[in-house]
């Protein structure tokens, strides 16, 4: 079975059954609108962390970027990144801060 995806672009992606040192895995070609090839060999045993990792990347796709702090001191009601983090007094915004 090979699994093919063409974007609107018209880059194209292809997953076939291949090889990697010796063991099964399964081999990426990508090509660009230009002809240009990649290729990638996943391993088999890492096939599921790489589905988990398109996952985890498409719900972070879904809901946008992480919200910014506003920062300058603004207050933190104001803040999308504050909102729920219960801020010490005086609930300024820390800015940039984690
Ligand atoms: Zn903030």
Do not use: K
Not at 62 to 74: D, F, S, T, W
Not at 76 to 81: I, K, L, Q, S
């Amino acid at each position: 079975m090979t699994f093919h995806y063409t974007d609107p672009d018209g880059h194209r992606i292809e997953a076939t059954p291949g090889y990697v040192a010796e063991s099964a895995a399964v081999s990426f070609m990508a090509w660009n609108a230009y002809g240009d090839t990649i290729r990638v060999d996943i391993p088999v045993a890492r096939v599921e962390e790489l589905i988990a990792g398109i996952r985890d990347t498409a719900r972070q796709a879904a809901i946008g970027p992480n919200p910014q702090h506003i920062g300058n001191q603004a207050n933190a009601e104001d803040c999308p990144a504050c909102i729920g983090t219960n801020p010490p007094y005086p609930f300024l915004c820390p800015g940039g801060q984690p």
